[in-house]
């Protein structure tokens, strides 16, 4: 074990035992801290003590020694309600495409309660293999149970590439997956692609701020691991005659890995539209003039039936809450419309927009940068514009 506690040097604080994420890894024994078989060695607890009781032998860690042994693409299959999340059939279209430059399978991995189902839609979608992991336990996504789970498949598969949607599901146990099978993972990318002379996986996503698109390589370790921003890839057309091998797979589920128990799931009922799955988006910048106006945009997204979202202006300024910000650091979308009213067009709202199908820009400046990503540009005052678009459409779908 690459963790261990000197009995001599440990004063029974207990501290270890307050940062390890991991119920019943480190235990207190006659008054010391002792690690137990369910440590995954991620190291939290090493910083957390005073004395330097924990050691923390990096050397043990595992090695790229057989790279050769990892083959496979991989794309985490993330449902709900027996519902493919869009962001994975996107991902099952980049992989199909990352494993034919490879020479390799594309995998897709179905992890629920009663989804067998699911598998015909993921070999429509590209996928030769469907590794199907079902029980009671991954009824409803649970960090725990999905992380074990996952880290099973990956130890005894052993998969060359592993892509996860950057949802807030993939984004939970994707780092944990990680952490426990000891390898790295790039976050929110935008793109990849295979280097043609190594056949590692070049993985591309915006840094400082979206100043700076860095490309990350992971040349040593296995598998080569990503989340991947939904609505930046494209999705393929799905072949319903497609079929493949469904591999299922029967994780070992301890209680150390039930950190929480699901009761129940309530239904959010507020009146919204989630912004990654609408057709039709109508965002608002700081052109709106304040807080007061934003119903302008939420008037017209109700009337067109679609979602109302924004800035990041408009969400630093505190206007809107931060689940409507479209761009870099919000949601990227890519919708059929996107009617951007009052945003300047930065760099950074673009990079989480200009994918959409059909753009519509409503600026009183005619040299705002978003007219140069427009198929329409409005140079008109959004006060005025805006309610007219609102009473026009009113009129048409009655």
Same mark, same amino acid.
């Given at each position: 074990?690459?963790?261990?506690?000197?009995?001599?040097?440990?004063?029974?604080?207990?501290?270890?035992?307050?940062?390890?994420?991991?119920?019943?890894?480190?235990?207190?024994?006659?008054?010391?801290?002792?690690?137990?078989?369910?440590?995954?060695?991620?190291?939290?607890?090493?910083?957390?003590?005073?004395?330097?009781?924990?050691?923390?032998?990096?050397?043990?860690?595992?090695?790229?020694?057989?790279?050769?042994?990892?083959?496979?693409?991989?794309?985490?299959?993330?449902?709900?309600?027996?519902?493919?999340?869009?962001?994975?059939?996107?991902?099952?279209?980049?992989?199909?495409?990352?494993?034919?430059?490879?020479?390799?399978?594309?995998?897709?991995?179905?992890?629920?309660? #009663?989804?067998?189902?699911?598998? *015909? !839609?993921?070999?429509?979608?590209? $996928?030769?293999? +469907?590794? @199907?992991? /079902?029980?009671?336990?991954?009824?409803?996504?649970?960090?725990?149970?999905?992380?074990?789970?996952?880290?099973?498949?990956?130890?005894?598969?052993?998969?060359?590439?592993?892509?996860?949607?950057?949802?807030?599901?993939?984004?939970?146990?994707?780092?944990?997956?990680?952490?426990?099978?000891?390898?790295?993972?790039?976050?929110?990318?935008?793109?990849?692609?295979?280097?043609?002379?190594?056949?590692?996986?070049?993985?591309?996503?915006?840094?400082?701020?979206?100043?700076?698109?860095?490309?990350?390589?992971?040349?040593?370790?296995?598998?080569?691991?990503?989340?991947?921003?939904?609505?930046?890839?494209?999705?393929?057309?799905?072949?319903?005659?497609?079929?493949?091998?469904?591999?299922?797979?029967?994780?070992?589920?301890?209680?150390? #890995?039930?950190?929480?128990?699901? *009761? !129940?799931?309530?239904?959010?009922? $507020?009146?919204? +539209?989630? @912004?990654? /799955?609408?057709?039709?988006?109508?965002?608002?910048?700081?052109?709106?003039?304040?807080?007061?106006?934003?119903?302008?945009?939420?008037?017209?997204?109700?009337?067109?039936?679609?979602?109302?979202?924004?800035?990041?202006?408009?969400?630093?300024?505190?206007?809107?809450?931060?689940?409507?910000?479209?761009?870099?650091?919000?949601?990227?979308?890519?919708?059929?419309?996107?009617?951007?009213?009052?945003?300047?067009?930065?760099?950074?709202?673009?990079?989480?927009?200009?994918?959409?199908?059909?753009?519509?820009?409503?600026?009183?400046?005619?040299?705002?940068?978003?007219?140069?990503?427009?198929?329409?540009?409005?140079?008109?005052?959004?006060?005025?514009?805006?309610?007219?678009?609102?009473?026009?459409?009113?009129?048409?779908?009655?």
């Amino acid at each position: 074990m690459a963790i261990s506690i000197k009995k001599d040097d440990c004063v029974g604080c207990g501290l270890c035992l307050e940062s390890c994420p991991y119920p019943g890894a480190i235990v207190m024994e006659s008054g010391r801290a002792v690690i137990t078989d369910k440590c995954v060695e991620c190291g939290a607890c090493v910083d957390s003590c005073g004395t330097g009781a924990i050691e923390f032998e990096e050397t043990k860690r595992k090695t790229g020694a057989d790279l050769e042994q990892y083959k496979g693409v991989w794309v985490f299959v993330e449902n709900r309600k027996k519902r493919i999340a869009n962001v994975a059939l996107e991902l099952l279209g980049e992989g199909r495409k990352l494993a034919e430059q490879l020479g390799q399978e594309l995998a897709a991995v179905l992890i629920g309660f #009663d989804v067998e189902e699911l598998a *015909k !839609e993921c070999f429509a979608y590209g $996928a030769d293999r +469907v590794y @199907l992991v /079902e029980g009671h336990a991954f009824a409803n996504y649970s960090t725990g149970p999905y992380t074990a789970a996952f880290s099973q498949l990956i130890e005894k598969y052993k998969p060359n590439i592993v892509l996860f949607g950057a949802t807030h599901d993939g984004r939970d146990f994707a780092a944990r997956v990680a952490v426990r099978i000891y390898t790295g993972l790039t976050a929110d990318c935008t793109e990849l692609s295979i280097d043609p002379e190594t056949g590692l996986l070049c993985q591309t996503r915006p840094a400082f701020g979206g100043n700076v698109m860095a490309t990350i390589l992971t040349p040593n370790h296995r598998p080569q691991m990503a989340t991947v921003r939904p609505n930046v890839m494209k999705r393929r057309e799905p072949d319903y005659r497609r079929s493949g091998e469904i591999v299922r797979f029967d994780a070992e589920i301890s209680d150390g #890995d039930l950190f929480y128990r699901i *009761k !129940e799931v309530v239904e959010h009922t $507020a009146k919204t +539209v989630n @912004l990654e /799955e609408a057709d039709i988006i109508v965002s608002g910048g700081r052109g709106i003039g304040g807080p007061e106006h934003y119903h302008l945009i939420e008037e017209l997204a109700e009337v067109l039936g679609g979602a109302a979202g924004a800035s990041r202006a408009v969400v630093d300024a505190g206007w809107v809450p931060h689940y409507r910000q479209v761009g870099q650091t919000g949601k990227t979308v890519a919708p059929k419309l996107y009617i951007a009213c009052g945003i300047s067009g930065a760099i950074q709202h673009l990079a989480g927009m200009q994918t959409s199908d059909f753009i519509v820009a409503i600026n009183k400046d005619p040299e705002a940068p978003i007219f140069k990503v427009a198929n329409i540009g409005i140079c008109a005052d959004l006060h005025k514009a805006v309610p007219y678009l609102t009473e026009r459409f009113k009129e048409l779908l009655k």
